[in-house]
């Protein structure tokens, strides 16, 4: 350490000390703001960005989606963007409150879907791969392919 000032040395000391900063938290997971439409399963509903379509899919429909599905901490766990393409979805075959949710919305919706832990695989589900808990997802309905 020959040469250094003690004011250098001790910077050194004091930044090796320094925890580095963190990631920031992704906000609007853990609860829906208030102006989300709360459907009466429990599945609340936020339009970030209004459809160009007037008919509804049903809950036999099949439909043609974008969507990324988050854990109520923010952290990722699906995405259709990582898939490389979007997805077709059978609403009947898909979680009971993801098929609530894109019901609400017409083509070209894209909106933010919180699930309660009921309506998505539960609190502990059987299969270790899926996620656990109250889930977020957000979807844009690029089309109904079926009705």
């Given at each position: 350490m020959r040469g250094l000032s003690?004011?250098?040395l001790t910077a050194l000391v004091l930044a090796a000390c320094v925890t580095p900063p963190q990631p920031r938290a992704r906000t609007g997971f853990a609860a829906p703001p208030p102006e989300a439409r709360v459907l009466n399963g429990g599945v609340a509903v936020l339009v970030q960005r209004p459809g160009t379509g007037s008919v509804h899919p049903d809950a036999g429909s099949i439909v043609r989606v974008e969507f990324t599905g988050y854990r109520a901490d923010g952290s990722v766990f699906d995405s259709s963007k990582s898939k490389g393409k979007p997805q077709i979805y059978e609403l009947p075959k898909v979680m009971r409150g993801l098929s609530e949710g894109i019901q609400q919305m017409v083509t070209g919706e894209a909106s933010r879907l919180w699930?309660?832990?009921?309506?998505a695989y539960g609190e502990a589900p059987e299969d270790a791969r899926l996620p656990a808990g109250d889930l977020v997802f957000d979807v844009e309905l690029l089309s109904i392919v079926r009705r």
């Open positions: 003690l004011l250098a699930i309660p832990a009921s309506l």
